[in-house]
Every structure is written in C-alpha cells, then in structure tokens.
C-alpha cells in the first residue's frame, strides 16, 4: 500500500481502525459484527482488524460465527446435511448465548469455538477470549438477517459491517476454496450454485441494513 499522507487523506482502512477505536473509547469491550456474502471476504477482514486494533493499542480477538456450524452428524439426523451453511444449519441461539457472555463476562476467559475446515466440523474452546479483550470482531453471513433469533444477534452487537466484493472475484474465489479444500472442480461448481449462492440471496437482501458497507477489494487484505 502507497504511503498514507496528509494530502492522500486517511485511507479507507485507516478509517475502519479509528471508527472501532471511538466505538470502544472510555466504554465497555465492542462486539463487532461482520456480515456479508460466502466468499465476501468476511474471515480475512476481521482477522486483518482485529490484527490491525491489537497493533494500535487495543486488544482485539476475531471470534466466527462459523464456530457454531451444527456438526455433520446433527445435520444427518435432522436431513440438512445438503444444505450445510444455510441458516437453519447453524446453533444461532449457542452464537446468541456466547456474544452475551462476552459482554457481560469480562473478568474471565470466555472460550469460543472455532471451524475447522480440514475436518468441516465445528471446534469446541479453539478460541480464547482472555479479559485484556477490548473489541470482539465477530462474522458470518447471517448477523442481519430478520428472521427469528437473527435479530438478537444483531442486537447483541456494538455495530455490523456489510462486506461487499464484486460477484465475479467473489465466485472465483469461492469455487478456488471448495476445491482447495477437497472438492472435485465440478462438484465445487455445483456447491456454489445451488447451496452457496441460495444463502447469497437472503445475505444480500440484507445489506442495506448494515451500520456501514465496505468494499473489500479497497482494503490491504492478504488472503491467509
Ligand atoms: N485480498 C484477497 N486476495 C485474494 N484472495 C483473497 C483475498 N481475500 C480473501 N481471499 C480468499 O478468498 C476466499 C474467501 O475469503 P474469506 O474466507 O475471507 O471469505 P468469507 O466471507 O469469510 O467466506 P465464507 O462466508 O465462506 O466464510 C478465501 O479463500 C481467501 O483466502
Ligand atoms: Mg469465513
């Protein structure tokens, strides 16, 4: 990234950072929310910002929604497993229950669970969330969504950012995961059409939502 001076103006990532920094000045810890399209780019931001908030002084930990992925073999039993990653697949109301203990349980470390994506099942107590936690940055495709408890989710959180990324970069770069991940080149095709693109649907009906909506192309991401 070219150098950030006074006649550039800030960045637009100079401009996220701060915006979190007066959200979380003389306050209690921030719960922030990212919320976007699969393959938006969601996961790789909030760990650029929450590396980016510790870097500046305050103590940030990225915390997914992703974590609370019902396991395969709920999904079995309740005949969803085809339809993994749409919002009834999901423990939103455990999401739910986590994001208020960490409001509320700042004297402690409050564990969270992580997905792996080698095993594609969720990892109970991957991630600490240790007292020093000023700011949660949170993400997954259903924070705004209006449907039952999705908009306790919403209400649970200081802010939620909408990730936007043009479709064509977006599907590339989903297909490229699914196969990197396993996928035969056809079946990713296929995933993405028919399973993640229904969800892209009811994500996007809900962009206009957002406390703030952010291109991620604009920003100094590198993929992880
Ligand atoms: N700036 C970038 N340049 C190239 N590839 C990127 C960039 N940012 C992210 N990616 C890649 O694009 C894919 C999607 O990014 P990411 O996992 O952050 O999106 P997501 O919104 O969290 O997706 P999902 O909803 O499926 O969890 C990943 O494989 C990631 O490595
Ligand atoms: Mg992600």
């Keep these: 990234m070219p150098p950030n ?5 800030p960045t637009p990532a100079d401009t996220l950072v701060e915006r979190v920094h007066d959200l979380a ?3 209690p810890r921030v719960v922030l929310g990212i919320a976007g399209c699969p393959g938006a780019g969601k996961s790789t931001l909030a760990h650029w910002l929450a ?3 510790t870097a500046t002084g305050l103590p940030a930990v990225w915390v997914p929604m992703d974590g609370f992925h019902l396991a395969d073999v709920e999904l079995e039993r309740l005949g969803r497993r085809h339809r993994k990653g749409a919002p009834d697949t999901f423990d939103a109301r455990g999401y739910l229950a986590l994001l208020r203990r960490l409001h509320t349980e700042t004297g402690t470390v409050v564990y969270a669970p992580s997905f792996d994506r080698d095993l594609e099942q969720p990892l109970a107590g991957a991630i600490p969330v240790p007292p ?3 700011v949660v940055v ?3 495709n259903y924070l705004l969504l209006p449907q039952d408890p999705w908009p306790l989710v919403r209400a649970a959180m200081t802010e939620v950012w ?3 990324l043009d479709d064509r970069v977006r599907l590339d770069r989903l297909v490229r995961r699914h196969i990197r991940f396993g996928k035969a080149p056809e079946a990713a095709d296929r995933w993405v059409a028919e399973v993640d693109e229904l969800n892209a649907a009811a994500i996007r009906a809900t962009r206009h939502t957002a406390d703030l909506v ?8 590198t993929p992880r």
């Design 138 to 140: 949170s993400e997954g």
């Design 132 to 134: 020093e936690a000023r």
């Design 25 to 27: 000045a003389g306050g």
């Design 214 to 221: 952010l291109d991620t192309a604009a920003l100094p991401l």
């Design 5 to 9: 001076t006074d006649e550039d103006g």
């Design 162 to 164: 909408y990730a936007d």
């Design 51 to 53: 590396d980016r908030l």
